[in-house]
């Protein structure tokens, strides 16, 4: 993980804290689950034996395109899952037309008020 990091309270244009080479990633959430509203990203990493955590509440347009394409990986990976586990909790196996006749029919993911 590198980049500019600035505090929670801080303001776009802050000089903020440049980072190189933290890590590795040990978790990575928004909080709710992705059928929440949160649009923030929570990563989880240490360096030099602590532990830290980076809320990252929305990308510079350098790195926006790359932000809302692993959002959009992520919330279809977590809709199958969900779907998947609710089959298997009921006893039901889905079939594989039946799995992207479900992904067919998702609604796509809303990120700062924009669908991906």
Sequence with gaps: LSGKVLRVDGQEG???????????IKEWTN???MEGPEENVIIGTSFGGRDLE???MRPCEEYLAMY????????????IIVELTKCSENGVLMEYAELLEFIDK????VMFCQAL
């Excluded at 802050?14 to 590795?24: A, F, H, N, W």
């Excluded at 394409?69 to 992520?74: A, E």
């Design 54 to 56: 980076f809320n990252l």
């Design 68 to 79: 809302q394409n692993t959002y959009r990986m992520v919330y279809l990976a977590n809709s």
């Design 31 to 33: 909080m709710t689950g």
């Design 106 to 109: 998702m609604e796509p993911p």
């Design 14 to 24: 802050d000089e903020g804290l440049q980072v190189v080479d933290i890590g590795p």
